[in-house]
Every structure is written in structure tokens, then in C-alpha cells.
């Protein structure tokens, strides 16, 4: 059984890249180190607002584009992604989470600002 006690979190241990996540996720929560009720539900909780948080930079990232591709879709969605970001950062703050807000903030989505200029603006 794994000690309750920890020195940090599992994700801020990790390299901060969605495909990085899920991959320690399925590597550690599913095989490798057994969890108890409690901690398991932590740890899903931490991961679930690091999620929502990569989402939110991810659409604030390409927002641009997308309501140029489709206004209303765009306008629909962008609540969710808006409010879901807010709910993570209380939950992650109450259970005092380091999600590394800032890697996320700044990760480039490999995007290229002439073409998202080209993408929002339309090809001129």
C-alpha cells in the first residue's frame, strides 16, 4: 500500500504535455503502484482539473479560429471552457495542487501566429 504521505503531487512530477499524462496515468494509477480508495480518488480528481486546465489554454490558444470557422459553435462551447477552467483552479487550490498552471499557459500547441492570423483573418 502507498503512504499517505507525499512529497508532491503525481502529475506536477511529471513532464506537463497531455500525452505525457495519460501516459503516466495509465503507466503508475493502473499498474504500477497500488492506491487506496481515497488516494485514487485524489489522484483522479487532481488529474481531472489538470485536463480542464490543458483545455482551457488549448481553446484560448485557437479561440481565434475557431469562432471565425463557426461563430455560434464557437460562442457555445467557450462558457464551458471558461466556467470548467474556474471550478479546477478552486478545486485544485483547496486540495493545494500544483498543476504547473504556467507550463500550460505557455505551451505552444506547436501553432504558428501567421497562421492563425490567416485562419482568423481569412487568407488576404
Do not use: K
Amino acid at each position: 500500500m502507498v503512504s499517505s504521505t507525499r512529497t508532491s503531487s503525481p502529475i506536477a512530477r511529471i513532464e506537463s504535455t497531455p500525452a505525457a499524462i495519460l501516459q503516466h496515468l495509465h503507466g503508475v494509477v493502473l499498474h504500477d503502484v497500488p492506491m487506496t480508495d481515497a488516494e485514487l480518488m485524489r489522484y483522479n480528481v487532481e488529474a481531472l482539473c489538470s485536463h480542464m486546465l490543458w483545455l482551457r489554454a488549448w481553446w484560448e490558444g485557437h479561440e481565434q479560429a475557431n469562432h471565425a470557422a463557426d461563430r455560434r459553435a464557437a460562442a457555445c462551447i467557450d462558457d464551458h471552457f471558461i466556467d470548467g477552467a474556474i471550478f479546477a483552479r478552486g478545486i485544485a487550490r483547496q486540495a493545494g495542487f500544483d498543476l504547473g498552471e504556467e507550463r500550460i499557459r505557455n505551451y505552444s500547441w506547436g501553432r504558428n501566429t501567421q497562421n492563425l492570423r490567416m485562419v482568423a483573418g481569412g487568407a488576404q
